[in-house]
């Protein structure tokens, strides 16, 4: 078993900067990639950004390219996604998701296990 526990989000004005992390517990020896996705309402949940636990490699959705970076803290086990340049339609629910085995990441059902995920509010 893995727990994740995402903190960070809250309200930020348009143009604004967010930085979210995710606390991960458990079984961490066993990760192999980290993601964040986020889900607006009435929207499905949409893949964000992904990084390697125990390796090279960050992936990214077209939409925050350029705008977002994911890293981790193996020490602490702990995978951050920095915000920047937000926009009214980065306003979400953001999750953070552990996958075991070597997956196309950008898959929302490849991932084993979910946090409860962080409000993340973009002021126009």
């Known amino acids: 078993q893995v727990q994740l526990v995402e903190s960070g989000g809250g309200l930020v004005q348009n143009g604004g900067s967010l930085r979210l992390s995710c606390a991960a517990s458990?079984?961490?020896?066993?990760?192999?990639?980290m993601g964040w996705f986020r889900q607006a309402p009435g929207n499905e949940r949409e893949f964000v950004a992904a990084?390697?636990?125990?390796?090279?490699?960050?992936f990214y959705a077209d939409s925050v390219k350029g705008r977002f970076t994911v890293s981790r803290d193996n020490a602490k086990n702990t995978v951050l996604l920095q915000m920047n340049s937000l926009k009214p339609e980065d306003a979400a629910v953001y999750y953070c998701?552990?996958?075991?085995?070597?997956?196309?990441?950008?898959?929302?059902?490849?991932?084993?296990?979910w946090g409860q995920g962080t409000q993340v509010t973009v002021s126009s």
């Open positions: 998701a552990a996958v075991l085995r070597a997956r196309i990441l950008t898959r929302e059902r490849n991932y084993d296990y």
């Open positions: 458990g079984r961490t020896a066993d990760v192999y990639a």
């Open positions: 990084i390697i636990w125990n390796g090279d490699g960050s």
